[in-house]
């Protein structure tokens, strides 16, 4: 396999192109630019260097955006495309014969070599980002400009301890790929395929005779999910199923046990950074939180008719909310006089108000600081989607969906969840299922809880089936 990489350099909205010039391999053709990374290289380092020989330019090398894979007549090559939002020096081309600015979403109108076509595919969604008028941003698109891939905005989103908004980063994905392992040729279902971030280096890795399964609940998710993966050249079975039936979506794939299943729990960053979904107390919208929205009670209609004592539940056993019983006072109060929340705003207001802090807006002022309504939010979702219930299902199931010597792993994010693995585990691992010892949870790493302040408080479990 050889390793290429490619900027995707941006300005205004516009992109760099690049037509090879004569003698050279498909000539004629746009390109993005870049070259072949070296043995021993890192691939950023490697664009740093092309850039600097085929342009004359020192780039600054932002984030990975995409990759492809195609077989040419000479071997099969892997192109990483990176970001590359700075650049000094004047463009002067060695071995092109033109350079163009191209809108981003009129990429594909140009005559590309074909690794460079799904990179294109992928960069053409990027919308510029919009300027807001005065000092203050009004709307969420305007307020997190990291949706657009503002790479600056990116650094400090990163910097003052949040996850970029827009972005998703597969959480432990180096300790589940070793925790699953072997993993060439091996059958594996994904129950949480979300973007399908750890679907697609396991995809990479059981090759052609292994095969990946992805199921999520939410078919908006997984519909785009599926299109990013096929645009990267990797197939996978995706299909929308609450994994509390994964037996049944394997059976009606006609598939059996699996040697490798995972299972990362809770809600993506793409669902939480789309305001229509009602998950973040950070941005107004409806309030809604259901996973499917083809189904179910919204949130807002689960407050309005839900008991007060349902809700001080609800907030205790799912949030560990040490005010759940002011703010279910104060939620069926709201409720009584026809006023219960429906958006996202509301709600948080709503509990702000119930612990006594106001309604003034919250300010992060470290990477540690939680939301006054993050604990609600949490169990409102809970509750809605029934997630307690789907997951003593799938875990119950478990040792009948992974094959004898397989592997399953399940990446918790709060208590309750680690309460319902670890029972689990040990339940059937003292019933002969599982290899004992177990092996003690895995914390995220500091780099990675640095990196990615959403995964903080991730944990990684494993079994091995008998
Ligand atoms: C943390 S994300 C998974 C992210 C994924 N591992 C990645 O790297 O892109 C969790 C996903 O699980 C899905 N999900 C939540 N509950 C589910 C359920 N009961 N059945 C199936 N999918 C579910 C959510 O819709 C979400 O897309």
Redesign the pocket.
Known sequence: MIIVCAGVLLKSGQVLLARRGPGMRHAGKWEFPGGRVEPGEAPAAALARELREELGIEAVVGPETARSRHTYDFGEIELIAFLVPKFSGELKPVEHDALAWVEARRLLEYDLTPADVPIAEIVSTHRRRQRYKGTHPRSFPEKYKELAQDAEAIAKAKERGSTPAGT?I??M?QEVLAALEPLAGAKVL??????????EELARRVGPGGSVTG????GE?LEQ?ERRLKALGLTILARR????DAKEALAALGLGAVDAL?A?????S??LDRPERGMSFKLDGPLDMR?DRSRGKTAAEWLASASESEIRDALARFGDEPDAEAIAAKLAALAAEGRAPKTTGELATAVSLAKGLGAARFRKKDAFARHPAARAFQALRIAV?S?RA??AK?LSDLPSLVKPGGRAVF?TFHAGEEALVEKAFAEQAAAGQWRAPLEAARKVSPEEARENPRARSARLWRAVRR
């Open positions: 998703h597969p959480v994905l994904d129950c949480t395929l979300g973007w399908g971030g750890h679907a199921l999520d609940k939410d998710e999910a199923s609450d994994y509390a995972l990362d729990l809770g809600v993506s793409m669902q996973m989607n997630e789907s997951l799938l990446i």
